[in-house]
């Protein structure tokens, strides 16, 4: 059975920093690109960042660009991402997804909430 | 990037209703449009992929049709599972973006 189980949501100051993880199983990790979306508070869904199989091709929506990292450790089917200078606006709970060939996103976390404040 | 515009917003029927939903495209995405439901507190879940494809286990009432810049979702007798909100999301390019949603309640 797939599963993406995302940890390391909390609250932080606006301009601090968390690096949320998720932990994959049930799969071969290795072999699928992955990905982050967000949702804010009664808001819709919003794509953050993608991250290929190896690792060697990343992809990040603009309002994160240059302060959040995608990264992944295949030898621990781990997916993380790196968020530094943390504002209000990325307030969302955060889920990562798996990205099968030529298909959408297939399986979902559960998701973990970031809440930016002070 | 591409904009993803999703209509009507919010829809109320009566289980056994035909449902349909329309997704446009700011510019062409040929077939790679995806179709989602999600329920409150729950993570979306994969509906249809490249425009008509049905994702395993999803049942047979869903389907979707289109292509380029107009494509639709349709569900032919609701049923009391299926209100929940519905999001397309274009997987042609990146950034991947996602329509608004649209919210299935019951009148």
């Known amino acids: 059975e797939v599963q993406l189980v995302e940890s390391g949501g909390g609250l932080v100051q606006p301009g601090g920093s968390l690096r949320l993880s998720c932990a994959a199983s049930?799969?071969?990790?290795?072999?699928?690109?992955m990905g982050w979306v967000r949702q804010a508070p009664g808001k819709g869904l919003e794509w953050v960042a993608n991250?290929?199989?190896?690792?060697?091709?990343?992809y990040y929506v603009d309002s994160v660009k240059g302060r959040f990292s995608i990264s992944r450790d295949n030898a621990k089917n781990s997916l993380f991402l790196q968020m530094n200078s943390l504002r209000a606006e990325d307030t969302a709970v955060y889920f990562c997804?798996?990205?099968?060939?030529?298909?959408?996103?297939?399986?979902w976390g559960q998701g973990t909430l970031v809440t930016v404040s002070s | 990037d591409v904009q993803m515009t999703q209509s009507p917003s919010s829809v109320s029927a009566s289980v056994g209703d035909r449902v349909t939903i329309t997704c446009r495209a700011s510019?062409?995405?040929?077939?790679?449009l995806a179709w989602y439901q999600q329920k409150p507190g729950k993570a979306p879940k994969l509906l249809i992929y490249?425009?008509?494809t049905l994702q395993s286990g999803v049942p047979s009432r869903f389907s979707g049709s289109g292509s380029g810049t107009d494509f639709t979702l349709t569900i032919s007798g609701l049923q009391p599972e299926d209100f929940a909100t519905y999001y397309c999301?274009?997987?042609?390019?990146?950034?991947?973006?996602f329509g608004g949603g649209t919210k299935v309640e019951i009148k």
């Open positions: 997804a798996r990205v099968p060939v030529h298909r959408p996103f297939d399986y």
């Open positions: 049930g799969f071969t990790f290795s072999n699928y690109w």
């Open positions: 991250i290929k199989e190896d690792g060697s091709e990343k």
């Open positions: 510019q062409g995405v040929r077939s790679w």
């Open positions: 490249t425009a008509s």
């Open positions: 999301q274009q997987a042609d390019s990146f950034p991947l973006t």
